[in-house]
């Protein structure tokens, strides 16, 4: 069994002063790390505290979806941050995570991971990891963000849910081999600090420059859903604003700011006569 894995007490000893992690709200069961993190939040806990849970009851994901959180084989965790930004850039924080997530998961299995917009972090084209991103707001500036990470790291193919078994994927099963959560975790945070840092001091580009190295859709033709619209076209890029950039098949340029995106499989033309 791999629960053992995640000890409060070992936690809180290596995760001491650091900017991520000094201060540690640990649940062996909770209902959504995100909604205790809002409520901490909300109540003053300090830019670095963080709410792990060993499993989640209601665990949320984007677009009202449901996250699945068994205990024992993953990683949940939302980390408070109170970032001087404005609301309209407080997507350049779930951009970040997005990266620091990828760039770690990416020293315990080389090269297999990519990113897909906004914050998907994908091993061998399958979701490995989600990110929900919420924020509260006062005085045209970010109050807090609440950044809720889910990571699939042991979690076996017949403990998911039908629903996601041909989209998800774990660390494990890809790799063949249980992944300590616990140095994963440390190494989440640290890698988030570095990166949260490289944000508040140079901003965005590094991370933009980043992401895109990591995010093969870009270039190719894509489709997003956003609620019940869908838009297709080529994908150019991100803005500051963490916006997909699309061209689309009437040369317009637009900005989408939330979906759902699926690289589009090109359709063989094939000359006449073959
Ligand atoms: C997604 O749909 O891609 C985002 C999933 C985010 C899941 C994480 S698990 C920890 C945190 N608590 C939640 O309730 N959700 C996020």
Same mark, same amino acid.
């Given at each position: 069994?791999?629960?053992?894995?995640? =000890?409060? $007490?070992?936690?809180?000893?290596?995760?001491?002063?650091?900017?991520?992690?000094? +201060?540690?709200?640990? #649940?062996?069961?909770?209902?959504?790390?995100?909604?205790?993190? #809002?409520?901490?939040? /909300?109540?003053?806990?300090?830019?670095?505290?963080?709410?792990?849970?060993?499993? *989640?009851?209601?665990?949320?994901?984007?677009?009202?979806?449901?996250?699945?959180?068994? @205990?024992?084989?993953?990683?949940?965790?939302?980390?408070?941050?109170?970032?001087?930004?404005?609301? $309209?850039?407080?997507?350049?924080? @779930?951009?970040?995570?997005?990266? /620091?997530?990828?760039?770690?998961?990416?020293?315990?299995?080389?090269?297999?991971?990519?990113? +897909?917009?906004?914050?998907?972090?994908?091993? *061998?084209?399958?979701?490995?990891?989600?990110?929900?991103? *919420?924020?509260?707001? @006062?005085? %045209?500036?970010?109050? #807090?963000?609440?950044?809720?990470?889910?990571?699939?790291? =042991?979690?076996?193919?017949?403990?998911?849910?039908?629903?996601?078994?041909?989209? /998800?994927?774990?660390?494990?099963?890809? !790799?063949? &081999?249980?992944?300590?959560?616990?140095?994963?975790?440390?190494?989440?945070?640290?890698?988030?600090?570095?990166?949260?840092?490289?944000?508040? $001091?140079?901003?965005? %580009?590094?991370?933009?420059?980043?992401?895109?190295?990591?995010?093969?859709?870009?270039?190719? &033709?894509?489709?997003?859903?956003?609620? =019940?619209?869908?838009?297709?076209?080529?994908?150019?890029?991100?803005?500051? *604003?963490? @916006?997909?950039?699309?061209? !689309?098949?009437?040369? &317009?340029?637009?900005?989408? %700011?939330?979906?759902?995106?699926?690289?589009?499989?090109?359709?063989? =033309?094939?000359?006449?006569?073959?």
């Amino acid at each position: 069994m791999c629960n053992m894995d995640l =000890n409060e $007490e070992t936690l809180k000893n290596k995760l001491a002063g650091k900017l991520i992690g000094h +201060k540690v709200y640990y #649940f062996s069961e909770i209902d959504s790390t995100n909604d205790e993190a #809002f409520e901490l939040a /909300a109540a003053g806990s300090p830019e670095g505290t963080v709410v792990i849970a060993n499993s *989640q009851t209601k665990g949320k994901g984007r677009l009202q979806r449901e996250w699945h959180s068994p @205990s024992g084989s993953n990683i949940y965790t939302s980390i408070i941050l109170r970032p001087d930004l404005k609301p $309209e850039n407080a997507p350049q924080i @779930s951009i970040l995570a997005g990266v /620091a997530v990828a760039e770690i998961i990416d020293n315990f299995c080389p090269d297999m991971i990519n990113l +897909k917009w906004p914050n998907d972090v994908l091993l *061998q084209g399958k979701k490995v990891c989600g990110i929900l991103a *919420q924020m509260k707001t @006062s005085a %045209s500036r970010v109050d #807090f963000i609440i950044l809720g990470i889910g990571i699939n790291v =042991n979690i076996d193919y017949n403990q998911m849910p039908q629903d996601i078994k041909n989209t /998800a994927t774990s660390l494990a099963i890809e !790799t063949g &081999r249980k992944i300590s959560r616990q140095e994963l975790i440390i190494g989440l945070y640290e890698n988030m600090a570095k990166w949260y840092k490289k944000l508040m $001091e140079g901003g965005f %580009s590094a991370v933009k420059e980043k992401w895109l190295s990591m995010a093969p859709m870009i270039g190719q &033709r894509v489709q997003i859903m956003s609620g =019940n619209e869908v838009v297709s076209g080529k994908a150019l890029g991100i803005d500051e *604003q963490g @916006s997909l950039l699309l061209l !689309t098949a009437e040369n &317009r340029r637009i900005k989408i %700011s939330a979906g759902d995106a699926t690289i589009l499989k090109e359709t063989q =033309n094939n000359v006449a006569g073959n």
